[in-house]
Each structure stands twice: as structure tokens, then as C-alpha cells.
């Protein structure tokens, strides 16, 4: 199975980023877990991050033209981009949602996620193994 593990705005600076809430690793460290993890489960997974909003949805596009499972991080677009929710919305594929803190237990603004409605499921608050996870939930689909 073909996964994209998509992250937006700012998760590019995890690791130095209020480490209080989203911890200490490095975004490298993230790529690394999620590249590990994939191979260890027999997925094809690319890891990718961005700050510009066209480049995740054009991702999005052609996830969604390959019939591609996504893992979407969509960081502080999660609240109120209804772009990048229309983009998930054409994914063909699985949408696992990720959060690495929990979102409600934060700031109110926070609370709703615009995205959540089209995901397949969201997994907020366990840090960096909300990814770990996510990846081999979609492995129990590839059966
Ligand atoms: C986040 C939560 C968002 O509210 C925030 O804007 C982020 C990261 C998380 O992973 O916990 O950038 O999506």
C-alpha cells in the first residue's frame, strides 16, 4: 500500500518548537520513525512537511489521483483551512488524521478540526507514536 505521511505548517520545527507540547524529537527523528516503521510493515511510505498551503493540496491531488492512504498532520490548518478539508475530501484512499497534542485539551480555538469530518479517523494527543500508529492501522487494511 502507497501511504503519505503529510505534515503542515510549522512541524518542520519540531524539536526546537514549545518542546513542552510537542516534545524534544526533531522532525528528522519523525521522518526516520515513520520510513522505519513503514518498511518494517511493508508500505510505501513518503514522508513530506511543508509551510505553503498550494503545496500540501496539490500533495492531497495526487495522493488522491493515485487512490493513495494519507496520514495528514495539517498542523494549524486543521482549524480552519476549508481548502485543504475539499483536498482531503477527494482522497479516494484511507485519511488518518494526527495530532501530536491533544487539541482539546488546548486552547478552545483548537478544539474543532475542519478536516475531521472527512478523515477516516483522527489520532490526537500520544506525541509522535500517533504516526507509529496510524501506519499500522492502515497496514491492517492492506491486509
Ligand atoms: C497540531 C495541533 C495544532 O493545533 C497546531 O497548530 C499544530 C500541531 C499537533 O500536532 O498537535 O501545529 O496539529
Excluded: K
Aim: proline share 1%; charged share 20%.
Amino acid at each position: 500500500m502507497r501511504v503519505y505521511v503529510l505534515n503542515g505548517v510549522n512541524l518542520g520545527r519540531l524539536g526546537t518548537r514549545q518542546v513542552d507540547v510537542y516534545g524534544a524529537t526533531g522532525y528528522a527523528d519523525l521522518v526516520a520513525l515513520c520510513e522505519r516503521t513503514g518498511a518494517d510493515l511493508g508500505l510505501e511510505v513518503t514522508v513530506r512537511q511543508t509551510d505553503a498551503e498550494h503545496e500540501l493540496i496539490g500533495w492531497l491531488h495526487d495522493a488522491a489521483d493515485e487512490g493513495a492512504a494519507v496520514v495528514l498532520n495539517p498542523a494549524a490548518w486543521s482549524h480552519y483551512s476549508i481548502a485543504v478539508r475539499d483536498a482531503c475530501a477527494m482522497l479516494r484512499g484511507p485519511l488518518v488524521e494526527v495530532h501530536i497534542s491533544n487539541i482539546h485539551a488546548r486552547e478552545e480555538f483548537r478544539h474543532h478540526s475542519v478536516v475531521s469530518a472527512v478523515a477516516t479517523g483522527v489520532i490526537c494527543g500520544l506525541g509522535l507514536d500517533g504516526y507509529r500508529l496510524a501506519l499500522h492501522h492502515l497496514a491492517t487494511l492492506s491486509g
